[in-house]
């Protein structure tokens, strides 16, 4: 997985939407039973994640061609829970066989 640039971003996606569903489902609701110290705690993981991701889309749409559209998309689809799990699992594997035009 990790020996391409694609496989590579898959793994931050999958880190980045696992941060997110722990800050979500795990902080707030601990931040709701009289523990804020978790938001920040998940909050810091989080915000570390979604730079990594970031920064292996830029390097992923550069390395891999993508025109400016996919990695616009991708960048939305991230603040949707679940959603990076819903992509990876649907197109993101189709990508990596190179059944779907790199251009897309």
Do not use: C, H
Not at 13 to 42: C, N, R
Not at 50 to 69: E, G, P
């Amino acid at each position: 997985m990790l020996k391409t640039p694609l496989g590579r971003f898959r793994l931050t996606a999958w880190i980045q939407a696992v941060a997110y569903l722990l800050i979500l489902f795990v902080a707030y609701p601990l931040k709701s039973a009289g523990m804020p110290q978790a938001v920040t705690i998940f909050g810091n993981i989080y915000g570390a994640a979604f730079l990594l991701l970031v920064l292996t889309l830029i390097y992923a749409r550069s390395a891999l061609d993508w025109s400016l559209s996919r990695p616009i998309i991708i960048f939305f689809v991230s603040f949707i829970p679940f959603g990076l799990i819903v992509m990876d699992l649907l197109w993101m594997r189709k990508w990596e066989d190179g059944s779907i035009s790199r251009s897309a």
